[in-house]
């Protein structure tokens, strides 16, 4: 990747990225296709240019999925200890913005204990990459 070192914010930053790069993904679910016509318009309110347009976020370049997988795999250092598959669940949900209060009533820890083993997390995954020779991340 880059040859600056690895800390808790940039892992922090590539967990972002990662939840950002999954969220433009296209869905996996398909649609049934019944008939090929087109959908009627069934009142002038919901013709087209009447209502909201719904638009997704552009799909993300390859090299960012390419990232994000990578980035991924980080989450299996994270060890089967008390915090293990919990851990996995934190660092996750706060990558995808999830709310510390939010994380208090499905955890049942305080925010403060939360953080301690978010940061802790960070840290550990960091110093895993930094040990590892530069070609292989």
Same mark, same amino acid.
Not at 25 to 52: F, I, M
Not at 75 to 83: P, R
């Given at each position: 990747m880059t040859d600056t070192p690895w800390t808790? =914010? !940039?892992? *922090?930053? /590539? !967990?972002? =990225?990662?939840? =950002? +790069?999954?969220?433009?993904l296209p869905s996996a679910r398909l649609k049934a296709q019944l008939t090929a016509?087109? @959908?009627?318009?069934?009142s002038a309110a919901t013709a087209y240019g009447y209502e909201a347009? /719904? +638009? /997704?976020?552009?799909?993300?370049?390859?090299?960012?999925i390419s990232?994000?997988? =990578? +980035?991924?795999?980080? !989450?299996?250092?994270?060890g089967n200890d008390e915090t293990g598959k919990a851990g996995r669940r934190l660092l996750w949900a706060r990558a995808m913005g999830v709310p510390w209060r939010r994380l208090e009533d499905m @955890?049942?820890?305080?925010?403060? +204990?939360? *953080? /301690?083993?978010? @940061?802790r997390l960070l840290g550990d995954i960091a110093r895993r990459l930094a040990a590892l020779p530069p070609a292989s991340h």
């Amino acid at each position: 990747m880059t040859d600056t070192p690895w800390t808790p =914010e !940039l892992v *922090k930053a /590539r !967990l972002a =990225e990662a939840a =950002e +790069t999954l969220r433009r993904l296209p869905s996996a679910r398909l649609k049934a296709q019944l008939t090929a016509w087109p @959908d009627v318009v069934q009142s002038a309110a919901t013709a087209y240019g009447y209502e909201a347009a /719904r +638009t /997704r976020p552009a799909a993300p370049a390859p090299d960012a999925i390419s990232r994000m997988d =990578e +980035t991924l795999s980080w !989450l299996f250092w994270v060890g089967n200890d008390e915090t293990g598959k919990a851990g996995r669940r934190l660092l996750w949900a706060r990558a995808m913005g999830v709310p510390w209060r939010r994380l208090e009533d499905m @955890d049942g820890r305080s925010h403060v +204990t939360l *953080k /301690r083993v978010h @940061d802790r997390l960070l840290g550990d995954i960091a110093r895993r990459l930094a040990a590892l020779p530069p070609a292989s991340h």
